[in-house]
């Protein structure tokens, strides 16, 4: 069974310094794995996406993030954290490897300090 | 990118009514769209599966006779809470996969209050 756990409920920083998001997944099977963001009573944007192509991820706003199959991690960053970051973040493997039903992460608030 | 739209993005109702709330793909065709519901401060939970022309597929402990779901058209599912109460609060949120299925897309999310 897939499952994904976001190891940090909260994560604070200030301004200009680096994110560091943590997820952990678990999956059967060759994960798809993503990043969405979410703010205030706003719908989700994807931010980036692994789908077994290179291990690397550029997604959008600066983000990246790594796909390490040794250790099961799929961990969001970004060098310089800006003040419009703040918001929540969720890790989401999907079902089999398709792209039917999304298993999300508990997610991290992001708060960004000046 | 692909749109999804839900409305309403808000809603108040009173306890023991029904609320409706739609989520339509604008610019793509969507066999298969699913419906979330999100508490407070909470990861955001699969109610069901809904899949244009047949039954939906609700997740273990969702009430399908309470959230009522109908997908009746490529790009439109509704999704009806009857006899609202203050516990079904929440905000809902769909999403569909996009044309080429390597992406959900999600709604802007329903605010609903049940008082």
């Known amino acids: 069974a897939q499952s994904v756990t976001q190891l940090d409920s909260h994560v604070s920083v200030s301004e200009g310094t680096p994110v560091l998001l943590r997820c952990n997944y678990s999956s059967s099977y060759s994960p798809s794995l993503f990043w969405y963001v979410q703010h205030p009573n706003k719908g989700l944007q994807l931010l980036l996406k692994?789908?077994?192509?290179?291990?690397l991820v550029k997604g959008i706003n600066g983000f990246e993030a790594e796909f390490k199959k040794s250790e099961t991690s799929f961990h969001l960053t970004k060098p310089s954290a800006h003040m419009s970051d703040a918001a929540e973040y969720f890790c989401?493997?999907?079902?089999?490897?398709?792209?039917?039903?999304?298993?999300f992460g508990a997610g991290t608030r992001l708060a960004v300090h000046p | 990118g692909a749109v999804v739209s839900q409305h309403p993005s808000w809603v108040i109702c009173k306890s023991g009514t029904s609320v409706k709330i739609e989520c339509r793909s604008l610019?793509?065709?969507?066999?298969?769209m699913f419906w979330y519901r999100q508490f407070p401060k909470q990861s955001l939970m699969l109610m069901a599966t809904s899949n244009e022309g047949s039954k939906a597929t609700y997740e273990q402990g969702v009430e399908k006779d309470k959230f009522l779901i109908n997908h009746a058209s490529l790009t439109l599912s509704t999704l009806t809470v009857t006899s609202a109460h203050p516990e079904d609060s929440s905000f809902y949120i769909c999403?569909?996969?996009?044309?080429?299925?390597?992406?959900?897309?999600f709604g802007q999310g329903t605010r609903l209050t049940v008082v």
């Open positions: 610019d793509f065709q969507a066999t298969t």
């Open positions: 999403s569909a996969n996009g044309p080429t299925a390597t992406e959900a897309f």
């Open positions: 692994y789908t077994s192509a290179a291990t």
């Open positions: 989401v493997v999907t079902v089999s490897g398709g792209y039917n039903k999304l298993i």
